[in-house]
């Protein structure tokens, strides 16, 4: 099985012509749909790179076609490797040169319509260490994020998955409110689990400061203050916070991404998901929590999934999506009846449990 991993790194934007890369992804946007256009001023091993990719586009992992006409469409570039004995791999007339050898990349005629300009940045740690993974970067993409330019690299590596072990481990996602719960399980027995949640406290601070300053904003909007350096910096702090939130989400997703992959590779366990997302944002709703908080507190967990699967699809860790309930007995199947604290009854055999917990049962269960 072939398995890929994708990496961004910001290239300088003074070394890199905005508007040239915004046309050629304009091109590729066309090229997808087919179109050959022939631009006479761009240069022809550019435009080749555009039209033979047409046909690795469902191969690639960025490379899907575009929903919508002139949506952004990144530039898929093959590369060159040079390794540390000056052995090479690849196309040697390719855009983008991975120098082991000198720990740089180059990019060739891709960031400026010019004959002979190329720029280096430095080779990134992330690039290394999939090298010694077993992994190849065997395509790059070029692309613009809010005007940035940008350069994606793609790491391919052959993996075989391996035998599950007699231990399970299941991962429950949640929202962060509740945290996202992991169990592992050998033979049967549930042996440890967690709860894992960002810090709440910092993140319910946070959100205060920023409605504060929201509504401060539109205050002085209604006393006619509508745009003074005074708005603007308050308006700039509540967005701040706002953002401060989503980075902590993100990092802490980033963070148990890793961990719970390096648990189940650990244990040669079998990694069950459990992505109960859609029901927890319905719970936060009923919980009559406004719908901002909702979205803050479901943040960045649907990439968490994303990112599970990629990375254990990477390390060759073989994996279940399963929905596994959380309102059902797993003893005798009777509905559960939730009472304070979130424990989950059974009035029909005296099953109790913490409502997180109860997935776990249903997983001894199921993977007896
Ligand atoms: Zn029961």
Redesign the pocket.
Known sequence: MKAYRAMLTKLPKDKCDVNHIRRLMALTNLAYRDFEVWVPDILKTIQFQLYNFKNYKNSLVFGHIPKRWFARSWISLVTLRVYQDGSMKGDRVAPVVLDFKNGVIKLRKICKNELGYFIEIQMPSWVVERLKEGGDIKFAMIGLKDNEPYLALIAEREVAQYTPSEYKLVVDVNSWKYGIAWGLIKNGKLITWRTEKPNMFLINTLYHQTIDRERKVGKLKTLGYSSSVKVDKIKEQAYARRSKIYMITRDKAYFLTSKLVKKALKYKALLVIDDMTEESRRELLEEGLPRDVVKLLMSNLKRFVHQVETLAQWYGVPYELKRLPSTV?P????K?VQEDGRTMV?T????KAPRDMVPMYWAVKIYI
């Open positions: 007995c003893m005798c199947g009777s559960l059974c029909n055999c005296g099953f």
